[in-house]
C-alpha cells in the first residue's frame, strides 16, 4: 500500500510544513529563478513537491539541539539571524553546549543561504572549515600524513 502524500511545497495555497513569511522561496530554493530544476530539467508543474504525510509526526517531536553537548567532533553551525524556521535565538542557545562548535552567523533568512550572495558566502565558510578539520590525501590536511614503512 502507497503511503499517503502532502504536498511540502507550492506557490500560495496549503502546504504540509509552510515556513512562516517565505512562501514562494522552498520553490525557488527546488527550481531557481529559472522555475525548472536544473538537474532534472523540471518545470514548477511537473515537479513532485510532495513527502509522506507520516513525516509530520516526526517534525514536530525532533529537536536535534538537545543533543549538541553529546558531540565528540568539531561542529559548524550555520545561524541565519532572521531566520523564522530555527530562530537564531534558539540555535545559539543550542550550539553554545557544543565542545567543538563554530558557529557562523549570517544576515539572512532560512531560504536566503540557498542561492545567489548569501549561498556563496555559507559554502566558502563551510569548505574552510572543512580543510581545517577533515583529513584529505587531496589537499592538505589539519592531520599529518603518517604512514609506516
Partial sequence: MRPAR???AGRG??????ARGRRDQVVLVLLGSTGRDEASGLTEAEYRSQVPARIGLAIPLARPGRRTRDLTKPAMFCVCDHDTVAPAATTLRHTAKAPQGEV???QAGHFDIYGGENFERVISDQLRFLRRHVPSRLGG???PDVRRA
Fill in 13 to 18: 495555497g496549503v502546504r504540509a510544513f509552510p
Fill in 141 to 143: 590536511s589539519t592531520q
Fill in 104 to 106: 557562523h552567523r549570517y
Fill in 6 to 8: 502532502r504536498q511540502l
